[in-house]
């Protein structure tokens, strides 16, 4: 048991690292991805319980062959679409079933069985101490920036060594041993064809152009260095060399807005702009980048949220250069928590600017949404707030008056002669009016997530009735699975709520931090630890009511608090994980181990499915929170008679 969770959690962080370059870093596939793992966990360890025959050296095996092919065959998914171009929810999740259901069925499977055989709550702990050194050894790897091939490989080695060890198991003494050597000798052939292809089977995923691919902190980089040189994050354009007039309206336009010399300049992502600072005299240059394999040319790796102002040196100008916030990483650098920071690394003449290539003269719908969006977000942050059509939109904020015509402060090119040539009062009064009221981009409600989901969707004509049919039929699958009873209800709202909470937690660091991609495994540990150590509590009154509870209030207090450490989201996530399996192996009941354990995963199938797609980017986090403390304490008064 403490070798199948070593190698299912290691295989689903995998899993879920390669879905978001395979999905094009979208956040919305998160909770897809880990509800359609639980559902088949959920299905596997029901039929394990109800299994009593099975080779269990060969059903290790084809578990073995299932991660490796699962994760060749998403790689390979790729090769069916166009470069860049972008999937359909239902090629989402037709992906997702085909590469990763084996695994996690064979996880449920192994757990159902051992169940009927053994001390549920004995198993239950083994299950989750090895799931937590899975995720270290994913950890450990990350940190030295080891393949997903590598990483995977390494846990399902030491999955093989447990799986196959030879034992008793016929009359003949030689038997054992000889069918030993025969899957070990199997798996290590395997696993070193899968490493040898691994190279090759990353690079399905990017055009032919693309000259090398390396893991990032936020996601898998992919570098092209013909053309100026361009930068893919998880299949999607994060950087390319921006036109000189684009450059030029993003630098020289808020530089000239600045009131006095330009003494200290930051960067935060370079496209061009430190280029176009350098022509200004005794200004001091600070640049930063997101992913370490980008921090050239004078640039440091470093989170812009961890700056802290210096007293007398503030920076007079602050340009932003991350492109669109199509995903919640992205769009973290658009909350309004990101804005004040920033302003406070200014004073009150200090200016803030981001330049967005959206239609200099017609904008769509979705286009006027996210302006609008950005306006009103801006204006959380600072006084005044200024917005120039062009080559894209510029928008420029400070706490002090802005106003056109302002002359670069340098000789440009394009910018005098061309773009301010154009730029008429009628053109920059429609850029700057509002289109009615608009929401504010916080971490707690993530409007950059929604408008790109509705824009996915729509893209695809996908009717909303068809997630509900989806949703009605786990639903049912779930009700089948999963035993009726007191217990089952209790543990089953607990799988849940443990679920949207999990989500909701990673989606919370996702849109302060955007390093979900490396710090994942870190997470789930947390989680899981929390999970193994709850195991061993033997009395827990009132569960129900101190679950509800305590999602509501740590997820208040993570996006209330600005921009919250790592260490802190990994005691928070322990904490549930602890509360969770607590009550798991408390609860008393006709249902079994396997019945209660079927519940748990049902339960989190619903969490997650819906956390990441309707409930956060419609409800925002706090509605979500209260709403999971009025669950459980439902079902906490309806348990009590129990």
Known sequence: MFAAGLAAAAAQVIFLREYLTIFSGSELVIGVVLALWLLAAAAGSYAGSVSASGNWRLLSFLYIFSVVLGVLL?????????PGEVMSPWAVTLIVLITQSDAAFFGGFVYGRLACQGNGGRLYSAENAGAAAGLLLVSVCVLLYCPNGGALAIALALFAAAAFMPHQDS??????????????????????????????????????????VVNGRGGE????QSGGGSVFLNGTLYRAAMPLPFVEQAVHLPAAMHAGPLRRALVVGNAGQVRELGKYPGLSVVCLETEPALAAGGCACG????????????????LLGCGMPSSGAAGRFYTIAFFRKMRALTDSAGVFSFTLPLNGNYLSR?????????QATLAGAFRHVLIVPGE???????????ALPAAPLVATDYLEAYTMASLTPERLAQANAAGGPAPVNTINRPFCLLAAERQWLGLFGFPPAAAAAALAVCFVIAVIISPRTRSALSVGTSGFVAGVYSVALLLIYQFSHGTLYSQVAVLMIALTAGFAVGSFVRRFPFSDFIIGLYAAAALTFLVVLPFPPLALFCVLHAGMGF?????????????SWGGLYAADLAGGVFGMALCSTFLVPYFGVTVVAAGLCLLKTAAGCFTLRE
């Open 74 to 82: 998403l790689r390979a998914s790729r090769l069916l679409f166009l």
């Open 171 to 212: 009359q003949s003494k030689s038997a054992p041993l000889r069918t030993a050597l025969f899957y070990y000798a199997a798996a290590a052939l395997l696993l070193a064809c899968f490493l040898a292809i691994d190279p090759v089977s990353v690079r399905w995923k990017y055009a032919p152009q693309v000259d090398r």
């Open 392 to 402: 894209g939109h510029t928008f420029i904020a400070s706490d002090k008056p802005l």
């Open 579 to 591: 509360l969770a399996g607590a009550q798991f192996v408390t609860r008393k009941g006709t249902a």
């Open 303 to 318: 989170a812009a949220e961890e700056l802290t102002p210096e007293a007398g040196r503030p920076f007079d100008l602050i």
């Open 366 to 374: 979705g286009e006027r949404r996210l302006k609008d969006i950005m």
């Open 221 to 224: 980089i992919a570098l092209v």
